[in-house]
T-cell receptor, first 114, second 114 residues
């Protein structure tokens, strides 16, 4: 069974500082990888995804993530945090072989300090 | 509609009552998913429909939970004999069928069992 671990349930960053959210997965075969953002009282919105090809993926709002097979990781970064980045972020995986369900990590809540 | 619509947005019910939660997916999306998000946790998969049939219902916690999608569009999640532990946000998502197809999420129904 697949699992997703997000290190750190809460992260606090200063405005303008680097945002780094960690995600590791456990799967015998590298899955499809996703990052979602959830703003208060809103649904999940896709930030970016990795399916195949280039391992550095760029998403919306200046975020990017790099798939590292050797580390079974898909960490999310943004060079300069903005106040509007305050939200909860979820890493998710979906198997390549069969099935469509997403397995989510526990989430990381980002607080941006002025 | 423009996105996935879930109704009601909030539902408060008494322990032991029956509830129905509705999901109206994006037009043309053949795949539909239900997830449950408890406070402070990531979404957990409940059930996945491909068209009218449940392709994977492995996430339904017990036989009190049931979901239907009779015409391959709108879906209803039904919970019998509700318990306080059923309190959570129930999320619906829909997608096209395909490699790495993006799942679009609704804003969820917040269910509170008192």
């Amino acid at each position: 069974a697949q699992s997703v671990t997000q290190l750190g349930s809460h992260v606090s960053v200063s405005e303008g500082a680097l945002v780094l959210l960690r995600c590791n997965y456990s799967s015998s075969v590298p899955p499809y990888l996703f990052w979602y953002v959830q703003y208060p009282n809103q649904g999940l919105q896709l930030l970016l995804k990795y399916t195949t090809g280039a391992t550095l993926v760029k998403g919306i709002n200046g975020f990017e993530a790099e798939f590292k097979k050797s580390e079974t990781s898909f960490h999310l970064t943004k060079p300069s945090a903005h106040m509007s980045d305050a939200a909860e972020y979820f890493c998710a995986v979906r198997p390549r072989a069969a099935g469509n369900k997403l397995t989510f990590g526990g989430g990381t809540r980002v607080l941006v300090k002025p | 509609g423009a996105g996935v619509s879930q109704t009601p947005s909030n539902k408060v019910t008494e322990k032991g009552k029956y509830v129905e939660l509705r999901c109206d997916p994006i037009s043309g999306h053949t795949a539909l998913y239900w997830y449950r998000q408890s406070l402070g946790q990531g979404p957990e998969f409940l059930i996945y429909f491909q068209g009218t049939g449940a392709a994977d219902d492995s996430g339904l916690p017990n036989d009190r939970f049931f979901a239907v999608r009779p015409e391959g569009s709108v879906s209803t999640l039904k919970i019998q004999r509700t318990e306080r532990g059923d309190s959570a946000v129930y999320l619906c998502a829909s997608s096209l069928t395909g490699v790495g197809a993006e799942a679009f999420f609704g804003q969820g129904t917040r269910l509170t069992v008192v």
